[in-house]
């Protein structure tokens, strides 16, 4: 008997396609999610965001962001999450996912208030069990 997955809709915004790859395989092995939205863009990705502001249903519930990316940062696309509506924000967990080893970029990760934590690559499954869903607010 498969048990549902976890997610409706996960969100990964990676600019290195062999790391959204390892991460789509990970929450498939784990039944992680139903709908996996993958971006190696971070604009691309608040951009599809801010476009479903009044849709909350196809809003992630969890956003998986790396910090180094081109054009935007995950910092970047952190600042700009920020800025969204009060009520998409407490119901999606964002996690900084990055092979950073700098100190200095994991603090600051982990002071974002709309970050639950940070976790380096690679993905793993028990990264993925150790995430709960919110109780989302009506």
């Known amino acids: 008997m498969t048990t549902a997955p976890k997610f409706d809709t996960v969100m990964v915004i990676d600019d290195n396609n062999i ?16 709908n996996l939205l993958q971006y190696s863009s971070a604009a691309a990705a608040i951009k599809y965001l801010k476009s479903n ?12 962001v790396d910090i180094y990316m ?21 119901n999606t967990l964002v996690y900084i996912v990055s092979s950073t080893i700098d100190e200095h970029d994991i603090a600051r990760a982990l002071n974002d ?8 690559k690679p993905l793993s499954s028990e990264f993925l069990e150790k995430i709960n869903p919110v109780e989302v607010a009506k």
């Open 53 to 64: 502001v009044e849709n909350a249903t196809a809003w992630p519930q969890v956003i998986l």
């Open 70 to 90: 081109p054009v935007m940062s995950g910092f970047e696309f952190m600042e700009a999450f920020d800025k969204l509506p009060e009520i998409l924000k407490k």
């Open 19 to 34: 790391d959204l790859y390892v991460t789509a395989r990970t929450m498939t092995k784990n039944n992680f999610c139903n």
């Open 113 to 120: 208030e709309n970050v639950i934590d940070f976790q380096e």
